[in-house]
């Protein structure tokens, strides 16, 4: 069974960082695509930032660039979010995705964690 689940969110001020971090666990596949997508209230969900783990690449939405880093831990089945200048339009539920193909935005993914919460005060 895949089990994707996320941790590290919480209340920060605006100006400041927060890194999430996804286990990812049961997949079938060593290679696939790893994302971070996020839903505002009121808002659909949008993605934020996707790696291929086989290379590494690294794809980003251009609201988060030069802001966000999306990275893996050592073991690969650990992905990270680190997230810098945080502004209060960053407030969201944040989730992370796995999928086996595709581009990195499309198709739709095929699992998701249950999302971690990010508020970002002014």
């Known amino acids: 069974q895949v089990q994707l689940v996320e941790s590290g969110g919480g209340s920060v001020q605006a100006g400041g960082s927060r890194r999430l971090s996804c286990v990812v666990s049961?997949?079938?596949?060593?290679?696939?695509?790893l994302a971070w997508f996020r839903q505002a209230p009121g808002k659909e969900r949008e993605g934020v930032a996707a790696?291929?783990?086989?290379?590494?690449?690294?794809y980003y939405v251009d609201f988060v660039k030069g802001r966000f880093t999306i990275s893996q831990g050592n073991a690969k089945n650990t992905l990270y979010l680190q997230m810098n200048s945080l502004t209060p339009e960053d407030t969201a539920m944040y989730l992370c995705?796995?999928?086996?193909?595709?581009?990195?935005?499309?198709?739709?993914?095929?699992?998701w964690g249950q999302g971690t919460q990010v508020t970002v005060s002014s």
């Open positions: 049961g997949y079938p596949y060593s290679i696939y695509y």
């Open positions: 995705a796995a999928k086996a193909g595709g581009g990195p935005w499309f198709p739709e993914y095929e699992y």
């Open positions: 790696i291929w783990t086989g290379t590494g690449s690294t």
